[in-house]
């Protein structure tokens, strides 16, 4: 695209007209010609920098001597920094003009908010040392941005086979108002899908400086691998300049995967210990999962407050135990101090009405004593932490509240000291047997002893005085023959 603008300079040397033609004759004179060769780009962009190509011709037979151009932007038009907007030409001969003519190159950077039109870009030049100046302009052709823009997706994460509301914000910052716009989203890999629609949008119009907000609900696959995966955006348009239709393209992530979710209960009480079931009830694996009985009012832990458990997948379940004891403020126990000169009748009185039992040795008079409450039964609230490794490879703890029966964890208690109890009588009960049967064989073994001495000395003594004496006569009790 070429605009010529003629400008005559006249250097008084010799002026000739040729009156039969109508023309007029430059050649006696100094003819300069300005004009705009080309802009990059062409029309320019708002808010974008242009290059200028200006071209200076010498159209009259005298030589142009010291000439100097100097570019003056003003609004919407300015200067780089840095950039020098007076050049100086120096000598142009005479008739130097198409490919023979001075080109002058310019950068100039166009206001933002201008909207679409066709803008002058002014500039003067003059002889060096003369007085003459002799000022013009050029028309610069510029459009408004393409200035529709994706600039926001409120979701970054997505858990595998849960519908998710998903928005995406299409906003114009350009100068001049969009119209016929259509949005559309894809997943290469159909891991994200749409829901309930396509994934394509329609908006009608967007005024400058206004936003559109487009809603999709979207599911990614339940058996989808954790990871960062990519979606398409695609934005068309009408362009508000020349009526085509525009596009523009690019791209977000999006993260399947997460973090997941427990469900844990309370399963009973075994040997003293309680135990949990602890089952993943999210969409993905956990790794590194710790259960953990956190300080807290009314339970104390007995050994180790943590269970490790490794890696539990999603649907998976397992089960964590403990040795827990109530306290005061978990049971209703509480403590009270026997007034000096409480005996041991005024105590029984007390448990009769109001079931106190004494606690610790009996008192003497005078002392304090404390007695404390019954441990009491029912569902108490128990605060059980569990802290796993997602698959983005996060650490997270998340706190549930379990319900425990007590009534279930103190019978098993009463059934672990009856057992106690139970071996310590079976212990003595022992005891005492082993004593009588090896007592019993001794006794046993003391006579054999002694019976069998009474037959050696009655058989020697029959042997004397009989050798025909045997030990069966002994046995029998025949009497030994005479001789």
């Keep these: 695209m070429k605009y010529a603008f003629m400008v005559l300079m006249v ?31 062409d029309p320019a962009v708002a808010g974008n920098i242009i290059d200028i190509r200006i071209g200076l011709e010498n159209i009259g037979g005298i030589p142009a001597k010291d000439i100097i151009f100097e570019l003056m932007p003003e609004y919407p038009f300015q200067a780089l920094p840095g950039d020098n907007m007076i050049q100086n030409v120096g000598s142009i001969k005479s008739y130097q003009d198409d490919d023979n003519m001075k080109i002058l190159k310019y950068r100039v950077r166009t206001d933002k908010d201008i909207t679409a039109g066709t803008y002058d870009l002014k500039g003067k030049y003059y002889m060096n040392g003369s007085n003459v100046v002799i000022s013009k302009t050029l028309p610069i052709e510029v459009e408004s941005r393409e200035s529709a823009e994706v600039i926001y997706i409120d ?31 894809e997943n290469a890999d159909d891991i994200i899908l749409p829901v309930g629609s396509d994934n394509t949008k329609y908006i009608k119009y967007i005024d400058v400086g206004d936003s559109a907000e487009l809603e999709f609900n979207v ?33 977000a992530g999006i993260y399947v995967g997460g973090a ?89 009185a007390m448990k009769d009405r109001g079931g106190f039992q004494r606690s610790g040795a009996a008192p003497s008079a005078g002392d304090g004593t404390t007695v404390t409450l019954p441990m009491a039964t029912g569902n108490v609230p128990i605060v059980v932490e569990i802290a796993y490794t997602d698959s983005r490879g996060t650490r997270n703890v998340i706190q549930k509240n379990v319900t425990v029966d007590v009534g279930t964890s103190s019978t098993a208690a009463t059934a672990a000291l009856a057992g106690m109890a139970g071996r310590r009588t079976a212990t003595q009960q022992t005891l005492l047997q082993q004593i009588w ?47």
């Design 11 to 41: 250097v008084l040397m010799s002026t000739s007209v040729f009156a039969a033609s109508g023309l007029t004759d430059y050649t006696g004179t100094t003819a300069l010609s300005i004009s705009l060769i080309n802009q990059d780009p």
């Design 219 to 251: 599911i990614a696959s339940a058996t989808a691998d954790p990871d960062l995966y990519k979606i398409d955006l695609t934005l068309t348009y009408t362009d508000p300049i020349t009526g085509s239709e525009s596009e523009i393209t690019t791209k």
């Design 260 to 348: 997941t979710d427990f469900d844990i209960a309370f399963s009973g009480t075994s040997n003293g210990e309680s135990s949990f079931a602890v089952s993943n009830i999210g969409s993905v694996s956990a790794s590194s999962v710790t259960v953990r009985i956190p300080d807290q009012k009314g339970w104390s832990v007995t050994g180790s407050n943590s269970v490790i458990i490794g890696n539990l997948n999603e649907g998976d379940y397992t089960i964590a135990s403990f040795t827990l004891k109530q306290t005061a403020q978990s049971t209703g126990q509480f403590n009270r101090t026997r007034p000096t000169g409480f005996n041991n009748t005024d105590a029984a």
């Design 437 to 483: 049967t090896r007592g019993k064989w001794i006794g046993l073994g003391v006579i054999i002893i002694i019976m069998l001495t009474i037959v050696n000395r009655k058989y020697k003594k029959g042997k004397l005085s009989d050798p025909d004496y045997t030990l069966w006569k002994v046995l029998t009790g025949k009497k030994k023959g005479k001789r």
């Design 155 to 185: 979701k970054f994460e997505l858990i595998p086979g849960k519908i998710t509301l998903m928005k995406f914000t299409i906003n114009n910052v350009g100068a001049t108002p969009l119209r016929e716009l259509t949005f559309q989203w």
